[in-house]
């Protein structure tokens, strides 16, 4: 579907011109639709597939053709898990907004508190926060949300995943306004939390689910391979990195402190590279990311935090240096290549403590990988076995002869107590004490 058949403002298309865009993704061609007549929106897809979007266009539509609700309250609201994410959000929202009198902030966490203040009192017509950092804004009244018209979640099951449950309920509450629009997007609908929250925070949603959160990416390719251990994955991955043609390549580790190890043994293969995790003060990783992105250096070595939220079109391989715990994790790390209709490469290296997280991974995306092999570094590790199932000891009955009790033989005490027919005895042998009881059935009214 071509966007110029939406019916977007004039405005709008120029600006989608002006950015290269022409026709709509999956998402998109069903999302679209559904937010611009005004219903909430419960909508999951997989990354790289083009969600931001999906929700950033009904979003400037609305502002171009409404008559807003407050003349000081933003507009519109964008929630994102990350600061990176929200950094991105932002970057594309400015430039659909470069030629309008719309205004916009970016608010997240690890920024002058006091900066972002004074850019509330300019009073934007939209906001692109992290839920923790505009919760603090709320909190000193520093931004008010009764007349927010749409309130947009992106990657809602990630800032579950974070903590922000009670974020999220409480910026629901702010902007409680009954015309309120909600739009929330996940990598999954699938979810007891997601669904709860969702249900929460949407009235009457539309559901557009665009395959699942856990789909593969068909304009990546994937390759396994089997180490043996840690110098063996070095030497994989010098190898791949040298000598294969490379654009801008994206390694994946498990610490922050192999960041920094392994950005310092790739910089000696000759590739200019850097270091990006959570030890990096924000401005730093802004710089880092922004150096990137501007194509100033060949190889980011990151931890999962640039796992979501980077779109870089120009990346052209992803390493995964060590899998991640979470099998989701993989998905995302995995698409920060093949973007914006580009093929890319995802390399996975498989080592014996990496193997139950491969198992893993496999299972969550309900395929089995081939394995490849590359000439001169061919690995002595095949996989592990699955642990045997434990066998069932039966228990064998005592012999005749030692249960066997001589008749003229007195039956001694054995101090355990005794089942009582209640009949024969005349009480309920198996009553609490009184006090037990009455504590009993305290503490579960208590409990109701």
């Known amino acids: 579907m071509l966007f110029k058949e939406f019916g977007f403002d004039n405005r709008i298309l120029k600006s989608i011109d002006h950015l290269g865009f022409n026709e709509a993704t999956e998402i998109q061609s069903r999302a679209i639709p559904e937010a611009m007549v005004g219903r909430d929106l419960l909508a999951s897809s997989k990354t790289g597939s083009g969600k931001t979007l999906a929700y950033l266009l009904p979003a400037l539509h609305r502002v171009y053709k409404k008559k807003a609700l407050s003349k000081r309250d ?31 902030i970016l608010i997240q966490g690890g920024e002058n508190f006091n900066d972002q203040h004074k850019l509330l009192q300019k009073d934007p017509h939209f906001i692109v926060a992290t839920p923790g950092r505009l919760v603090d804004h709320l909190k000193q009244r520093h931004v008010f949300l009764e007349g927010l018209e749409l ?38 609908l699938d979810n007891t939390d997601v669904s709860e929250i969702a249900g929460e925070l949407l009235r009457e949603p539309s559901r557009v689910a665009v395959g699942q959160g856990f789909d593969e990416h068909s304009d990546i390719g994937q390759h396994i ?13 010098k190898h791949l990195l040298v000598d294969q043609a490379i654009k801008q390549v994206i390694v994946f580790t498990a610490t922050k402190n192999d960041t920094v190890r392994l950005s310092e043994i790739i910089a000696g293969w000759g590739l200019t590279t850097q270091a990006l995790n959570g030890n990096l003060s924000q401005s730093a990783r802004n710089k880092t990311m922004e150096s990137f992105a501007k194509g100033q250096f060949d190889v980011l070595v990151s931890t999962d935090v640039a796992s ?16 991640p715990k979470q ?3 993989f998905v995302h790390r995995t698409g920060r290549t093949g973007r914006a209709g580009f093929k890319g490469e995802a390399y996975s290296l498989v080592g014996p403590k990496d193997w139950a997280n491969f198992k893993a ?42 249960n066997k009790i001589p008749k003229n033989s007195a039956k001694k005490a054995t101090g355990k107590a005794r089942f009582h027919d209640n009949q024969q005895d005349g009480f309920d042998a198996f009553k609490l004490p009184t006090k037990r009881f009455e504590k009993q059935v305290n503490t579960d009214d208590g409990e109701d």
């Open 74 to 104: 933003p507009r519109v609201v964008i929630l994102v898990p990350t600061r990176e994410l929200a950094k991105q959000v932002y970057g594309q929202l400015r430039l659909l907004l470069a030629a309008s009198r719309f205004t916009s």
């Open 308 to 323: 979501r939220g980077l779109d870089i079109a120009s990346v052209s391989h992803v390493f995964n240096f060590d899998l």
């Open 225 to 237: 391979l089997l180490c043996d251990h840690l110098d063996h994955k070095e030497a994989l991955l």
């Open 361 to 402: 991974i496999e299972a969550f995306l309900q395929k089995t990988f081939d394995t490849e092999v590359v000439e001169g570094l061919e690995p002595k590790f095949k996989g592990l076995m699955p642990p045997k199932p434990a066998r069932a000891v039966s228990k064998k009955p005592a012999s005749k002869v030692q």
């Open 327 to 329: 099998a989701e994790e």
């Open 151 to 188: 309130l947009i979640l992106d990657e809602a099951d990630r800032m579950l995943d974070l903590g922000f449950a009670d974020a999220m309920r409480a910026i629901n509450t702010a902007a409680s306004h009954r015309q309120r629009q909600t739009l929330f997007f996940s990598a999954t």
